[in-house]
């Protein structure tokens, strides 16, 4: 288990880093365009279009990297006052549909990069492919469908081993 807890956590470094590369550049470019239009009455042209595809593929890449850690929002009024073997029954339902959920959503976007590229779809005003930006936002569903296998994994093991707390935490006592 330790050897998968490693890959997943591997994968989702250099995607983490390549999403903070996205924003590092959103960052350059768009105080460019705004400097331009203030001060040259000029603005850059195609900044939208690369935001828009770019902050998607910021999102997606640290997707993964953010389930790890556990810094999603979980409302957990209800859930906390269950007994434990009730929340470990939930956690694990709500892994199974949401790995599910997931990995059908990592297949199709999988499809929908390959009809991208197969017809060679450009933005409008650049005239960029938009086929990288969404494979690797494909790539990054799917290293978060590998974190939320692993978060299925974990929560079958403490459902069956009768709640007892490993070293990860979970999302309804923290």
């Given at each position: 288990?330790q050897?998968?807890?490693?890959?997943?956590?591997?994968?989702?470094?250099?995607?983490?880093?390549?999403?903070?590369?996205?924003?590092?550049?959103?960052?350059?470019?768009?105080?460019?365009?705004?400097?331009?239009?203030?001060?040259?009455?000029?603005?850059?042209?195609?900044?939208?279009?690369?935001?828009?595809?770019?902050l998607?593929a910021?999102?997606?890449?640290a997707?993964?990297?953010?389930q790890?850690?556990?810094?999603?929002?979980?409302?957990?009024?209800?859930?906390?006052?269950?007994?434990?073997?009730?929340?470990?029954?939930?956690?694990?339902?709500?892994?199974?549909?949401?790995?599910?959920?997931?990995?059908?959503?990592?297949?199709?976007?999988?499809?929908?990069?390959?009809?991208?590229?197969i017809?060679?779809?450009?933005?409008?005003?650049?005239?960029?492919?938009?086929?990288?930006?969404?494979?690797?936002s494909?790539?990054?569903?799917?290293?978060?469908?590998?974190?939320?296998?692993?978060?299925?994994?974990?929560?079958?093991?403490?459902?069956?081993?009768?709640?007892?707390?490993?070293e990860?935490s979970?999302?309804?006592?923290?």
């Amino acid at each position: 288990m330790q050897l998968m807890k490693k890959i997943v956590n591997g994968l989702n470094i250099p995607f983490l880093k390549i999403s903070a590369i996205l924003i590092l550049l959103m960052m350059f470019i768009t105080v460019a365009d705004v400097a331009g239009r203030y001060f040259f009455n000029r603005p850059i042209l195609g900044v939208f279009e690369l935001t828009r595809f770019g902050l998607g593929a910021i999102v997606c890449a640290a997707l993964g990297f953010s389930q790890i850690n556990k810094v999603h929002i979980a409302i957990n009024i209800f859930v906390s006052r269950l007994p434990l073997g009730w929340q470990n029954i939930i956690e694990t339902f709500n892994y199974l549909v949401a790995f599910i959920t997931f990995a059908i959503v990592s297949w199709q976007m999988f499809a929908y990069t390959g009809r991208l590229y197969i017809s060679a779809q450009v933005t409008s005003v650049l005239g960029v492919s938009i086929y990288p930006f969404v494979l690797i936002s494909a790539l990054g569903v799917v290293l978060f469908t590998l974190v939320l296998l692993w978060d299925l994994v974990k929560a079958i093991y403490k459902l069956f081993s009768r709640g007892v707390e490993d070293e990860y935490s979970t999302h309804w006592n923290s």
